[in-house]
């Protein structure tokens, strides 16, 4: 059994190597198929980044009248903390919203010379809400309307940024459902090339199939180094889709930066590649063997 | 011992009906040389898919050995085309492996070791007198060397049986004299060989047991007989 084995690796390489034009065309056909397909996931993440840095970006104020006492306001923030919906709140002070107020506009005389003539302090203390998900911002949003609330707030700003909010709901929407049918859809197709690239490939060999037969081999003698040869068409393709992936992120990571401030591309990139790596190798390898077995299957009949 | 029994092959092409062998019934005794003579189309290239199981018959029976070929399942086929060797015409050798590897791929299919393997295969092509083009491939060889390969790879498990299917179709006649004193010796040596020809010249010299057929009905079986056309 171990010198079948043995038998079936070495021709596999032997065959992989003889049919040298043969394995470089079914490779670089498999390569860019799996580069498109890699590329896909790429975009399809980087989407999700973007989506999500400007979901972070959105939240829903309650600004309270100016009379409002600090531990009323700190009562609503406790009960908003209660609710599930809710992901983190941050109070703002009248104070605090002075300040703040005052650092933006340190360049602008007037502003400051107007401020300094009033004696109280005009601003009022709010709370920035964040919620787990878009969806959830208008159950906030109903929340802080209530009745007992109303001799507090004066203003919730979510009627403003409904329209945003919605907006980005729907996008978000689209493209989850769009990029996963667009996942699956380029999957099929990626499928379908490797495997009627590699039938092409075993197509040339049916004679060699069939003489195979003749002499007495097994279906498994004979079938064995062709799936050897699928798994290394996937494998060197799959390294390969990875190497040039990687250096298209390399070098289109910086402008990533446009798009979202801050973000570090490549460190992304880097941190997942093991999970892409092996993903691009299973995909690869995996459609590899499957195609050969069906397609030798079709000339070990006689 | 060989048996064909009552044997009828038909093809079915939509509604065409073609009798590739009607009623055949011959036995073929251990160490015997056989001819399968006739015209293209008599039955001969069937008579051989039945004994290796690349076909199976519409009706009777046909047993090698310990093998009945139409009962065999096709996982069990390839054992039974150990015991046969088989050439052909168009020499069916692999392109992509070299004589030595051509006739060494015989042995590995048959799960031999390769100690025995790197014994057996030199003399095999020592045998047909292609040593020193053990590293040739095919398309390196004539027409004659490479049906030489294709009898060493037929030989090197030893069968009982060797079937050769007109060896010498694509041969000229120095080379086909070569090739049919090749099978002579390997008959002398102990194994059956059943050859299917329409040559006349060589089936007259062999001066054998010669089968004849027409339509795929056996019409003449001589001990020592002649190709006779009718």
């Given at each position: 059994m171990f010198t079948n084995f043995s038998r079936i690796i070495k021709y596999g390489f032997v065959g992989f190597w003889r049919n040298g034009w043969l394995s470089a065309a079914t490779i670089a056909i498999m390569f860019l198929v799996l580069v498109g397909f890699g590329c896909l996931l790429i975009f399809s993440s980087v989407t999700n980044i973007f989506i999500s840095d400007i979901q972070d970006k959105i939240d829903i104020s309650a600004y309270f009248k100016t009379d409002a006492p600090e531990d009323e306001i700190l009562k609503i923030k406790k009960a908003l903390e209660?609710?599930?919906?809710?992901?983190s709140i941050e109070y703002i002070s009248r104070d605090e919203a002075l300040k703040i107020f005052k650092l933006q506009h340190q360049a602008d005389d007037t502003v400051s010379q107007a401020l300094e003539e009033?004696?109280?302090?005009?601003l009022s203390a709010s709370l920035n809400i964040k919620a787990r998900?878009?969806?959830d911002y208008s159950v906030i949003a109903s929340y802080l309307g209530k009745e007992d609330f109303k001799n507090f707030?004066?203003?919730?700003?979510y009627t403003q940024n409904v329209k945003v909010i919605d907006r980005l709901k729907r996008i978000k929407g689209i493209v989850e459902q769009g990029g996963f049918v667009m996942i699956v859809f380029i999957s099929l197709i990626a499928a379908l090339i490797i495997f009627n690239t590699i039938r092409l490939a075993i197509y040339s060999n049916r004679e060699e199939i069939g003489i195979m037969r003749l002499v007495g081999g097994s279906n498994f003698f004979i079938r064995g180094p062709y799936l050897i040869e699928g798994m290394l068409y996937g494998f060197i393709s799959g390294v390969l889709s990875v190497g040039i992936i990687s250096l298209l992120v390399y070098y289109a990571a910086p402008y990533l930066k446009i798009f979202?401030?801050?973000?570090?591309g490549w460190g992304y990139y880097t941190a997942r590649l093991s999970g892409f790596f092996m993903w691009q190798l299973a995909f690869g390898i995996g459609l590899g063997i499957i195609s050969s077995y069906i397609a030798v299957r079709k000339y070990l009949k006689i | 011992m060989i048996i064909f029994q009552n044997v009828s092959k038909i093809y079915k092409n939509n509604s065409h009906e073609t009798?590739?062998?009607?009623?055949a019934t011959f036995h073929v005794k251990p160490q015997e040389f056989v001819s399968l003579v006739g015209?293209?189309?008599?039955g001969k290239s069937t008579v051989i898919k039945l004994l290796i199981g690349e076909d199976m018959p519409t009706k009777g029976k046909v047993v090698i050995g310990s093998y009945n070929v139409n009962k065999l399942k096709p996982i069990e086929m390839p054992y039974l085309r150990r015991k046969i060797g088989v050439i052909f015409q168009d020499f069916k050798?692999?392109?992509?492996?070299t004589a030595y590897e051509n006739v060494a791929f015989a042995m590995e299919v048959a799960g031999r070791t390769p100690k025995e393997i790197m014994e057996f295969t030199p003399q095999a092509l020592d045998m047909v007198g292609l040593k020193e083009k053990a590293s040739n491939f095919p398309r390196e060889l004539s027409g004659g060397e490479k049906q030489r390969v294709a009898i060493a790879r037929a030989m090197i498990n030893h069968p009982d049986v060797l079937v050769a299917d007109?060896?010498?179709?694509?041969?000229?006649p120095v080379n086909s004299a070569d090739i049919i004193k090749l099978l002579i010796k390997i008959n002398e040596l102990g194994t059956t060989v059943i050859l299917a020809t329409h040559n006349k010249d060589i089936v007259d010299n062999l001066n054998r047991r010669v089968i004849s057929l027409e339509d795929g009905k056996v019409i003449r079986d001589e001990e020592r007989g002649k190709y006779i056309l009718v």
């Open positions: 209660s609710l599930t919906e809710v992901k009033l004696s109280v302090n005009p998900e878009l969806k707030i004066s203003k919730v700003s979202v401030p801050g973000i570090n | 009798i590739a062998l009607d009623d015209k293209s189309g008599a050798l692999l392109n992509d492996k007109e060896p010498t179709g694509n041969l000229d």
